[in-house]
């Protein structure tokens, strides 16, 4: 067994590799800035097992953070964490290594813009989200890339799906809220709800009527916070 930390020894085995690719290193995150997006792999642990998720994200999203949860190698590989409740195998990060020129580097070899990424991530749930009507699990991320790309129509249909899943919760919320208004008690979470209800309501609007200024100056503001995030880490 390696007496280097789970951490320390992703570190070591990827930057040899991730390096002279133009991948920065931060914390536990491997970074790469490619056209409007970047390109992360980052350790993710718990106290029994391990993996590595890697994500594509706009710059217009924007980021403000470097620690970037996203898609499972392992899940991606269909293979179970690397477990390390009792030490770490010795060839576990070589595996990982091994896995990750397979099956994430070429993703990141072709989706090096917006559009692309969108192409690639869409790629990947279809092979991991297969229980998921269309394979698909909609997110900012996968909007914010559309969106950059002109490609409103999937946008429009992503955003779709978050509004018919608020719908959805919508009737409980407003049950659980009729029972606190007949006990004179303050709900302020379903407060919140609305309003982020709402929120999510204009966002659609707004995408599916083409509102293209909105989101140029959206973008041009978003890539300002996430350049000058990923300058100062």
């Given at each position: 067994m390696?007496?280097?930390?789970?951490?320390?020894q992703f570190?070591e085995?990827?930057?040899?590799?991730?390096?002279p690719?133009?991948?920065?290193?931060?914390?536990?995150?491997?970074?790469?800035?490619?056209?409007?997006?970047l390109?992360?792999?980052?350790l993710?642990?718990?106290?029994?097992?391990f993996?590595l998720?890697?994500?594509?994200?706009?710059?217009c999203l924007p980021?403000?953070?470097l620690y970037?949860?996203?898609?499972?190698?392992?899940?991606?590989?269909?293979r179970?964490?690397w477990?390390?409740?009792?030490?770490?195998?010795e060839n576990?990060?070589?595996?990982?290594?091994?896995?990750f020129?397979?099956?994430?580097l070429?993703?990141?070899?072709?989706?090096?813009?917006a559009?692309s990424?969108?192409?690639e991530l869409?790629?990947?749930?279809?092979?991991?989200y297969?229980?998921?009507?269309?394979?698909?699990?909609?997110?900012?991320n996968?909007?914010f890339?559309?969106i950059?790309?002109?490609?409103?129509e999937?946008?429009e249909?992503l955003?779709g799906?978050?509004?018919?899943q608020?719908?959805?919760s919508?009737?409980?919320?407003l049950?659980?809220h009729e029972?606190k208004?007949q006990?004179s008690e303050?709900d302020?979470a379903?407060?919140?709800?609305?309003?982020?209800?709402q929120?999510?309501?204009?966002?659609y609007?707004?995408?599916?009527s083409?509102?293209?200024?909105?989101?140029?100056e959206?973008?041009a503001?978003n890539?300002?916070?996430?350049l000058?995030?990923?300058?100062?880490?």
């Amino acid at each position: 067994m390696n007496k280097l930390s789970v951490s320390s020894q992703f570190k070591e085995t990827f930057k040899e590799v991730l390096f002279p690719l133009g991948f920065k290193l931060y914390k536990k995150t491997f970074y790469r800035v490619s056209n409007d997006v970047l390109q992360t792999a980052m350790l993710c642990k718990t106290a029994s097992s391990f993996t590595l998720e890697f994500n594509i994200m706009p710059l217009c999203l924007p980021i403000r953070f470097l620690y970037c949860e996203g898609y499972s190698l392992s899940n991606l590989a269909g293979r179970p964490d690397w477990e390390c409740w009792n030490g770490v195998n010795e060839n576990a990060f070589s595996e990982m290594l091994s896995l990750f020129r397979e099956h994430v580097l070429p993703v990141f070899e072709r989706g090096t813009d917006a559009s692309s990424a969108y192409d690639e991530l869409r790629k990947v749930e279809r092979q991991i989200y297969t229980r998921v009507p269309d394979c698909v699990i909609p997110s900012n991320n996968l909007i914010f890339l559309c969106i950059k790309a002109n490609r409103y129509e999937e946008a429009e249909y992503l955003m779709g799906l978050i509004i018919e899943q608020w719908n959805k919760s919508l009737d409980g919320k407003l049950a659980a809220h009729e029972q606190k208004l007949q006990n004179s008690e303050p709900d302020p979470a379903f407060d919140r709800f609305m309003a982020r209800y709402q929120e999510l309501k204009e966002e659609y609007n707004r995408i599916a009527s083409r509102d293209v200024a909105y989101f140029q100056e959206l973008i041009a503001q978003n890539e300002a916070i996430s350049l000058d995030r990923i300058a100062h880490p």
